[in-house]
């Protein structure tokens, strides 16, 4: 299960929400990727023209950021690491507490 997932699946009871954008595929492309996975903690947007990459200034992918209950970013992300579940989880209780 990966990581986003893993962690939606551990804090979705108390109020967080995990969003996936993609870009940069056409709508079949998209369709057929987020229909092939079962990744049930996770809600996925299709940002054709790159507005919401654009808006949060994204230069990487994946990128992820942690946003507080008021929707401010707290935490930004890019690129993968080993520990990643770690900081995230971390980071998401914090923001919990």
């Keep these: 299960m990966p ?3 893993r962690i939606g699946k551990r804090y979705t009871s108390r109020g967080m ?3 996936a954008v993609n870009t940069g595929e056409n709508r079949t492309k998209y369709l057929d990727y987020t229909r ?3 990744f049930s903690y996770i809600a996925w947007v ?3 023209g790159g507005s919401i990459t654009d808006a949060y200034g994204v230069r990487g992918i994946p990128t992820t950021y942690i946003l507080d ?3 401010i970013v707290r935490h930004v992300h890019v690129g993968y690491s080993g520990s990643l579940e770690q900081t995230l ?3 998401v209780e914090a923001l919990l507490d």
Excluded: F, I, M, P
């Design 3 to 5: 990581v986003l997932n």
């Design 17 to 19: 929400v995990t969003l």
């Design 36 to 38: 092939s996975l079962s």
């Design 46 to 48: 299709w940002d054709s």
């Design 69 to 71: 209950q008021e929707g």
């Design 89 to 91: 989880a971390r980071e």
